[in-house]
């Protein structure tokens, strides 16, 4: 039987058009959305409210999304949650970097429309 209970999304993201647009777009989907604007703020919701999956991007003010990722592989809980990269870098140290602190996936965002990270995050929550 199918779990009724709504997938838990935390998007971190500082770009307020785009994160507006995710969240509508994974609220038709069926998801629950938990925002965020910076990786401080990220990490404190990310840490509290134990979403299904994560969203996250790298630039962004206060804390980026790296360190922000680093710090959650330290929790416990944070070790396993689920993170795909949504970045406007294509840069590949970054690639590698976000890679190597464990994140399931890694999307340049001019590479991708928002109906498709929705779909590329239900295939991560299925495996």
Known sequence: ME???????????????LLKALKIAFEDGGFSVL???????????ALEKHPDIILLDIIMPVMDGITMLQKLREDP???????IILTNLSDSEKV????????????????????????????????
Do not use: C, F, M
């Open 3 to 17: 779990n009724q209970r709504k997938n838990v999304l935390l998007v971190v993201e500082d770009d307020t058009p």
């Open 35 to 45: 925002e965020s604007k910076d990786g401080k703020e990220g990490l404190n919701t």
């Open 77 to 83: 809980w944070g070790k396993k949650v689920g993170v």
């Open 96 to 127: 590698v970097e976000a890679l190597n602190a464990g994140v399931h996936d890694y999307l340049v965002k001019t590479d991708w429309s928002i109906n498709e990270v929705v779909e590329k995050v239900r295939e991560k929550l299925k495996k």
